[in-house]
């Protein structure tokens, strides 16, 4: 990485990447840089992020790694986190991270307007502007361990501590030799350089010399205390020297001339010298490595190893990520057939050209054979063997020496070294060759494998001496020896019930033969041949080779798996997975046809890409579980923080999340699962990080999300996000509470009602029974009492006959007090209209005589208002006492009644011309009410009753109420 920013970022020019872009075209010296074969392309699994991916801009200059494991990226159009999945664009106006940001815990860069921020999550910081800025001397900065942060500037250097303010840091004996720039160490002191020098600065400015090395560009320091100084010096245009510092040695590790530096990063046993032709890869006891610009672009910020080990390298086209860079593929002609390899050599061929590859001091060399199209066959003293152009051929140094006179016509289909030492070769159709170990040559068998038309390819002798051979659709068996003598064979053969050609048979330690077809593997076991259950565990069932493995089992080769299974006999799968290569080991395709097995454990393929190596220490990387972070969770569309518990409303509560698993090796390998409780199962895996909620119950969620790139190990702590769904409104506790006092009102206002119906209905039965008790009792009284002075003997006649008219007068007044009872209580009678025809029915008898006179005065149509039953029992009491009044005591010659409206309400008014109202008038009458008894039924029917004089004299009873009051 590089770690310096050019003085015109300071001045705030973006331009100023552009010097970065200089060192594209240095002076080339050929001697000096490794040189491949024309013919030779390598490849490596590289990944390549750039604006199409949302970086701010394909120019990168710096990459980090914070402690929550997100990848930070700064370039001249921004600077921008990365989750794995998406770039969070922090800072839009370009800017660099500064040198140890990763160790100091703290993502601190310098914008282009030359000030510093701090991103606090996807949060910028504007931080205090150190002193004197940016000058002409260039400046540069570094974050420590203990979170301070360096700074030099115009030769001086400053220190601002983690919560303080920045303060100078003065150099003993350096007045001179100035600094020119910063770097992180692994400790709270940082890294000084000069012109011609290394320091080693404290916090409190003591300093001492580490090294006397000029025009250093880059320096790294390693776990055991040495340290990598990387320098641009002479001769010119430029050379790159790389030197490690041990004990005070120096030792130089790699010099180039023409090629100038940008960074340094150690990745395991190898420092990755990251130039602008391109990236060498150096390790002590090993070949060297060397990562062109036709792979990874030109470098333009030097190189970065993240957590996992995936090397990543800051380019002019965007950040580009090398998961394994010890793993690559090299070809003269892609897609190989078949591959022979021994020692530091590897013989392939392909469909066009044979090729030797070996590694060299200097990297890998090739030696081409020429024009090939057969397969590759190694007898038991290391003889390669094949078919050429002129037939069958010896593989020797650099050329084809072919056989004469072994196979005249046909095609090398299949090989293989029986245990024996006998090298079988199968020729289609029907034709075996074999090389014993003490032949010089081969030979060709007089026996013919064959079985009518069916002709064999592929041939395998197990460790017992039996020779298999596979047909379309059946194997056969026979005493290898038998077939080696020649002559007539008796082939015993059965019938595999596979659909598709054999494509190639294994035998297994178990002594069980397998084959493999278009449907997975078979395996023959008891005389009969099964399909094994196991197949469902293959990535692919389109198998080119089984080959036994050093390491235990055999490899399945595959168009789409390169997979290693042991053998399981006594289970219905037949084998169990135990290695899967895929992009977490860096192998750029995983489509092969064979492959060999090193003593060490490294492999090599031949594939759709060529050779390709994967070296041993790859094979035992495992991945460990990623941490997951919560990248944003909405509700309704709406965002919702991250930090505490969030209230969600019942029904409106789409809730939608996004994770990332901070793995960035092989993103296809991750899986998350999640729970929305602690006492819940998890969900079965997914690779979408997307979890979508709709319609969640009431109460308290908090989901939990983990991830694993093996589906066995899962993240050590759960990325949480805690939520309440609310309960609805009318389950709630307000509800609940307004409902009760609601109930309560209700339920006094019901029973208020019922007490108050009740007491109605009691005063009504007790006005009935003081109305039956004054008129009828009374009556009947009367009666009785006159009753028994009739019966007596010693009453005059005439006597007896007014006793009886008086009876007959009581009786008449109480048939009629009875009828208005009865007619009170009926339901016809409860209108005003039949009100008012009841009181003008009993007003005319009062007045039958003429004298007094009375008129009757209402509205045209008195309309059919209700009435209660007290209110017209009331009314009619009023209205006959009031006219009983008028008739027998006021002596009068006129009386009038009256019934209209009077606004909201209604009057009924009895007026005569009498003598007026007197004392004698609250006396009681016949009835039993006075003045104070019609007030009180004027106020039980909600109405009010007055007496005044009448104008020319007399009384006037006007008696206001309304229909409607109960």
Same mark, same amino acid.
């Given at each position: ?142 974050? @420590? ?38 770097? @992180? ?340 076991? +008891? ?88 070296? @041993? ?217 039949? @009100? ?52 027998? +005591? ?77």
């Amino acid at each position: 990485m590089s770690h310096s920013v050019p003085n015109a970022l300071g001045a705030g020019a973006i331009a100023v990447f552009a010097v970065t872009a200089a060192r594209l075209a240095p002076a080339q010296d050929p001697a000096a840089i490794p040189q491949r074969d024309p013919r030779l392309s390598v490849e490596r699994l590289a990944r390549r992020l750039d604006w199409r991916d949302g970086l701010p801009g394909s120019y990168v200059s710096a990459t980090s790694q914070d402690r929550e494991g997100f990848l930070w990226v700064s370039g001249p159009s921004g600077v921008a986190r990365y989750d794995g999945r998406s770039f969070t664009i922090v800072y839009s106006n370009g800017g660099v991270v500064l040198s140890g940001s990763t160790t100091g815990g703290r993502t601190v860069f310098c914008g282009a307007d030359g000030k510093l921020h701090e991103a606090v999550g996807t949060t910028v910081v504007d931080l205090e502007d150190p002193p004197g800025g940016p000058s002409e001397g260039g400046w540069a900065g570094a974050v @420590a361990k203990d979170g301070a942060i360096w700074w030099q500037s115009n030769g001086n250097l400053w220190r601002r501590p983690l919560g303080g303010a920045w303060e100078p840091v003065a150099l003993a004996g350096q007045s001179e030799d100035r600094p020119h720039a910063v770097f @992180a160490s692994l400790h709270d002191d940082v890294f000084v350089t000069t012109r011609h020098a290394l320091l080693r600065v404290a916090s409190d400015g003591t300093s001492r010399v580490l090294s006397r090395i000029g025009s250093i560009a880059h320096v790294i320091e390693r776990a055991d205390g040495s340290f990598v100084i990387g320098a641009n010096q002479d001769p010119a245009p430029v050379t790159t020297r790389v030197f490690e510092v041990r004990d005070g040695r120096e030792r130089l590790l790699l010099e180039r001339n023409g090629a100038r530096l940008i960074g340094l990063v150690e990745r395991g046993r190898r420092l990755w010298i990251a130039t602008d032709v391109g990236l060498f890869g150096v390790a002590e006891g090993e070949p060297s490595l060397f990562i062109g610009t036709d792979e990874t672009f030109h470098a333009a910020g030097g190189a970065f190893v993240d957590r996992e080990g995936s090397l990543w390298v800051a380019t002019f086209r965007g950040l580009v990520q090398i998961p394994e860079p010890e793993t690559y593929a090299a070809s003269l002609m892609k897609v190989a057939r078949s591959l022979v390899h021994e020692g530091p050599r590897s013989w392939l061929s392909s469909w066009g050209v044979l090729g030797r590859f070996e590694d060299g001091p200097a990297g890998l060399n090739v030696t081409s054979f020429g024009a090939h199209f057969g397969i590759l066959c190694r007898d038991a003293r290391g003889r390669i063997w094949t078919q050429g152009i002129e037939g069958l051929s010896r593989v020797d140094e650099s050329t084809l020496t072919p056989v004469r006179g072994v196979v005249a016509d046909g095609t090398l289909a299949s090989c293989t070294l029986g245990p024996s030492g006998v090298l079988w070769m199968s020729f289609a159709p029907g034709h075996l060759v074999v090389v014993r170990p003490t032949d010089d040559i081969p030979h060709e068998l007089a026996t013919k494998p064959s079985v009518g038309d069916d002709a064999f390819d592929l041939v395998r002798e197990d460790a017992q001496g039996t020779l298999w051979a596979a047909g379309t659709n059946q194997m056969c068996r026979a005493p290898a020896e038998a077939v080696l003598r020649g002559g007539s064979v008796d082939w015993r053969c059965e019938p595999t019930f596979s659909r598709g050609d054999i494509s190639d048979v294994a035998i297994m330690p178990s002594g069980d033969v397998w084959i493999s077809t278009p449907s997975g593997i078979s395996r023959r076991k +008891h005389g009969r041949w099964e399909l094994l259950a196991g197949n469902r565990l293959l990535r692919s069932r389109w198998i080119h080779a089984m080959r036994p493995s050093s390491s235990g089992g055999i490899w399945i080769v595959a168009v789409g798996a390169l997979t290693r299974v042991v053998e399981r006999p006594g289970t219905p799968d037949g084998f169990e997975v135990v290695e899967d290569l895929t992009g977490w080991h860096g192998v750029p395709t995983i489509n092969a046809a064979d492959v060999a097995e090193d003593p060490d454990g490294t492999l090599w393929f031949a594939t759709d890409a060529g050779l390709m190596k994967l070296p @041993a220490e790859v094979r035992k990387l495992r991945p460990e579980p990623p941490a997951v972070a919560l990248i944003e969770a909405t509700a309704d569309g709406r965002a919702l923080p991250a930090d505490r518990e969030v209230e969600l409303p019942y029904r409106r509560n789409r809730l939608e999340m996004r994770f990332a698993a901070l793995s960035f090796r092989d993103p296809t390998a991750v899986r998350y699962r999640h729970r929305s409780r602690p006492d819940e199962a998890w969900s079965l895996p997914t690779s979408d990080p997307f979890f979508r909620f709709v319609g969640l119950a009431p109460g308290r969620y908090r989901i939990e999300v983990e991830a694993s790139v093996d589906g066995e190990r899962w993240s050590a702590t759960p990325a949480t996000f805690a939520f309440r769904v609310l309960k609805p409104w009318y389950l709630q506790a307000w509800f609940f509470a307004a409902a009760t006092l609601a109930t309560a009102a209700i339920l006094t206002l019901v029973y208020r009602l019922r007490v108050r119906t009740l007491l109605r209905l009691e005063r009504q039965r007790t006005r009935i029974a003081m109305d039956l008790h004054d008129d009828v009792g009374s009556g009947l009284g009367t009666i009785s009492v006159l009753a028994g002075l009739v019966g007596r003997p010693d009453v005059a006649p005439a006597q007896r006959d007014e006793f009886a008219a008086r009876m007959a007068t009581v009786s008449r007044e109480l048939s009629q007090a009875l009828g208005d009872i009865v007619w009170s209580l009926r339901p016809e009678s409860g209108t005003l209209d039949a @009100a008012w025809n009841q009181i003008v029915d009993r007003a005319r008898p009062l007045f039958a005589t003429g004298a007094p006179r009375l008129e009757v005065s209402a509205a045209e149509t008195v309309p059919a208002l209700p009435l209660s039953v007290i209110a017209r029992r009331s009314l009619f009491l009023i209205a006959i006492e009031g006219l009983h009044n008028a008739a027998r +005591h006021s002596g009068a010659t006129r009386v009038t009644l009256e019934l209209h409206r009077a606004g909201s309400e209604w009057a009924l008014i009895v007026t005569d011309d009498g003598r007026g109202i007197s004392a004698a008038s609250t006396s009681v009458t016949r009835r039993g009410l006075g003045l104070d008894g019609m007030r009180a039924r004027a106020c039980d029917m909600g109405g009010a009753i007055t007496w005044d004089e009448a104008p020319g004299g007399g009384t006037r009873v006007v008696l206001r109420f309304r229909p409607d009051s109960d």
